[in-house]
């Protein structure tokens, strides 16, 4: 071990030095998964959309030869009766179903592992998830632990299963993760919670239904959660260095989606073209950040998640604006084309700078955030779990993200004090408020 004033000593502790050695791991990282996604095929599943789209996902489970369909959801979901409008499809068509309604937030290997025995148990031939991406990544480790025949702990990593998986299909309940075009699913560990994900192209569903209807009974706040989720995956895919013209496209038409028809859902949950409109959006963002990858906005996120059970969306919410503003210099020019590509600037555009247009726009997404109701603020915020949350999140980054500008921890931590700090300037003058009214 080198003496503390020794000149090794002091290199080992040169955080610049450490920065430069980070960024340069995380660059050589991004640069191999380009290639990786450039080279590995990623299927699309079949995408069904509309009122009736529910009912032609089921023809064509049948037409595929399911027999005996294991349909994963949740509690709530459940007792609302959402899955009843295709079991009564089912029953009509002398399809056999098996019912799994024990996924929760989060899911465990356990919760994971009651999901494939039942399922195998019943001899089913097709899986069908319906609810969040919860629900979906669940279904999707069901079905590949089945497929497989092992315990899903095994297939955690990249490309670690052996055969295909279980027929699969989905109908998302929200519009938000686009779980239903990805080939990735996380599971949290049965007690530390600690989240693990399972990556293969395989893992994408055969097809899945945008089905408005269904959509409609999501409650506001977590349409606007949601809707913001979809938006960061957008956005995110856009400045990501590994962007390419497809995962432009879906990510531009993505984030037009968003903008424009994320309020009207929110106002009216009842209008089942914004409802529409934004599950497809959500299946776009899923497209585009299936090959260009994600960003600080989620590695943050997810910190805010697992320390103070924010929900993911929200915690995106929270913390996107930081993350734009930190990305601005390194991203304006990325960020002006796309605030023309989607049509949201002032007359007169072609006469601002770059960096107008990138200002105005970051100020619409923190516009859009307000109007959808979502309080940008965190309770129980410590400064002592900073450290161990910073260096988490840059990790996550390094390990599998291609971001326009690289921080050290002490750059997260600093957006994680600016969080702290307007949600305790949030938390006093609500308090003032209410002494007042």
């Known amino acids: 071990m080198p003496a503390k004033n020794s000149a090794l000593a002091k290199l080992m502790n040169n955080h610049k030095l450490q920065h430069a050695g980070y960024v340069a791991v995380a660059k050589t990282r991004a640069k191999v998964l380009k290639v990786v996604a450039n080279i590995l095929p990623v299927p699309r599943p079949l995408l069904f959309v509309g009122e009736s789209s529910c009912n032609e996902l089921c023809d064509m489970m049948i037409n595929e030869g399911a027999t005996n369909v294991f349909i994963v959801t949740d509690a709530v979901l459940n007792k609302l009766a959402v899955p009843k409008k295709v079991t009564d499809y089912l029953e009509q068509n002398n ?24 399922s195998t148990t019943a001899k089913c031939d097709a899986i069908l998830a319906i609810g969040g991406g919860s629900v979906i990544d669940a279904a999707k480790m069901i079905a590949m632990a089945q497929g497989n025949n092992c315990k899903p702990q095994k297939l955690i990593g990249i490309l670690k299963a052996r055969k295909p998986c279980m027929p699969l299909y989905c109908i998302p309940t929200t519009a938000g993760t686009g779980s239903e075009a990805t080939l990735g699913a996380v599971v949290s560990d049965n007690e530390t ?16 239904a945008i089905d408005p209807i269904i959509m409609k009974g999501m409650p506001p706040h977590i ?17 990501s260095v590994n962007a390419s013209v497809e995962t432009d496209y879906y990510a531009a038409s993505a984030t037009k989606a968003v903008m424009k028809y994320l309020p009207l859902a929110y106002k009216d949950g009842n209008d089942l073209k914004a409802r529409e409109e934004m599950g497809i959006a959500a299946h776009y963002g899923g497209i585009a950040f299936n090959k260009a990858g994600l960003g600080y ?14 929900p993911h969306g929200r915690a995106n919410a929270i913390v996107l604006p930081y993350v734009l503003d930190l990305n601005r210099k390194d991203s304006e020019k ?4 796309l605030a023309k590509k989607i049509g949201i600037v002032e007359s007169g555009a072609n006469n601002k700078t770059d960096k107008e247009l990138a200002s105005y726009f970051i100020d619409q997404v923190r516009e859009l955030i307000e109007t959808v109701g979502i309080n940008p603020t965190v309770k129980g915020m410590k400064k002592t779990d900073f450290e161990s949350m910073a260096k988490a999140a840059a990790k996550e980054v390094s390990d599998t993200y291609a971001v326009p500008t690289y921080m050290p921890a002490s750059g997260i931590k600093k957006i994680l004090l600016k969080i702290q700090i307007a949600s305790e300037d949030r938390a006093i003058k609500d308090s003032n408020n209410e002494k007042m009214a």
């Open 193 to 208: 919670h600690q989240k693990a994900i399972s990556i293969d192209p395989r893992m994408v569903p055969l097809a899945a």
């Open 223 to 239: 349409t606007a959660d949601t809707g913001i989720d979809v938006l960061t995956h957008a956005l995110e895919a856009w400045m």
């Open 297 to 310: 906005v989620h590695a943050i996120a997810h910190q805010l998640g697992a320390h103070y059970s924010i």
């Open 95 to 118: 399809i056999n179903f098996e019912i799994y309604d024990g996924i929760t937030p989060d899911p465990t290997f356990t919760v994971v592992e009651e999901g494939l025995s039942q």
């Open 334 to 337: 990325r960020l002006a084309k």
